[in-house]
């Protein structure tokens, strides 16, 4: 096992002003090569705290609602396929606009 780095005063310095950045914990310890445990302590020290619970229900509320648009989109979609898929089997008329003899033709009988 290593022998462990004491931590100095900009090691303190550095995880207060990364803290008021917005990183996480995780990211300020890898940024000071700190396990996470004293990134955490460190900021213990200081009063602060990566507890984010607000913005995580935040950013899962937002991310679920994304999801059930995404879902109606997709079920509309599938509706409208559907329908177009009905007319592809159904008789139809054809009619050929593309030139001065231009005829209209009806379905085959037997179709």
């Known amino acids: 096992m290593g022998k462990a780095r004491p931590v100095t005063k900009e090691d303190r310095q550095r995880v ?3 803290h008021a ?8 310890a890898t940024e000071l090569g700190r396990s996470g445990r004293t990134i955490s ?3 213990k020290d200081f009063g602060l705290s990566f507890a984010r619970a607000a913005e995580v229900r935040a950013a899962t509320e937002v991310r ?10 997709a079920q509309r979609l599938q ?11 159904k008789p139809h008329t054809y009619c050929d606009w593309g030139g001065k003899d231009w005829s209209v033709r009806e379905p ?3 179709a």
């Open 16 to 18: 207060h002003e990364l």
């Open 21 to 28: 950045q917005g990183q996480g914990r995780n990211e300020i």
């Open 41 to 43: 302590t460190l900021a």
């Open 64 to 73: 679920q609602a994304d999801r059930a648009d995404r879902a109606a989109l």
């Open 79 to 89: 509706d409208v396929a559907e329908r177009e898929l009905e007319k592809v089997h």
């Open 108 to 110: 085959h009988p037997l």
